[in-house]
């Protein structure tokens, strides 16, 4: 998901660095562990079996790994809804039909993404989800997210927000990214739990 934005505080930044860096010393071995393990843990969770629509995002790189979780939902019969960037940030969404329903997108200087190819849907179809998983970096003990930096997910959480949305907000991270507390804003929204390799934490 979209780096770090001009409007980040730089404690934010710093931390985001030690943890991304963390991530890069990782391999893929270490990734499509992880990822086998995020993904039955996610698929036992009472959210994801009563779901009927999940947004959610295709990792990149040494992210915590969601293809497993995407194929294994659309398996499922979940409509699975997938993010694609737009030129101010915000996040337009289309229909994940498996791996070859997907783009790889370069924006600008940043990473490249995997977005979905078909439909886009408009930047409100994601208030139609059960679940959304929000990418992260950590998660203190608050349920309090540290984010890429791009600003995509605040407006996602917004957008939820004004729709009066209530689905449930997972984050999937690695074992060492749940930590006691990370740098927040007043109008931060607390997930309701952390899927990591070794376990599911709630918030609320």
Known sequence: MPH?????????RTLRREFLTARNRLTADDVRVSA???ARRALGLPEMAGAHAVAAYVSVGAE?????????????????????????????WGEYAG?????????????????????RLGPDAVTEADVV???GVAVD??????GRGGGSYDRVLARLERAGARPALLVLLYD?????????L???RPVDAVVTPSGVRRFR
Do not use: F, I
């Open 186 to 188: 007043p109008h931060d």
């Open 99 to 119: 791996e070859n329903s997907l783009a790889r997108v370069r924006h600008g200087g940043r990473m490249d993404l995997y977005e979905p190819a078909g439909e």
């Open 141 to 146: 003990g608050r349920g309090l997210r540290l």
């Open 133 to 135: 998983l929000l990418p």
């Open 4 to 12: 770090s934005g001009p409007a980040d505080e730089p404690d934010k």
């Open 64 to 92: 915590p790994g969601t293809r497993a979780l995407l194929d294994a939902l659309r398996a499922r019969g979940v409509r699975v809804l997938l993010p694609a960037l737009l030129p101010d940030n915000d996040l337009d």
């Open 36 to 38: 086998d393990a995020l």
């Open 176 to 184: 060492g990214e749940v930590v006691a507390h990370v740098p927040a």
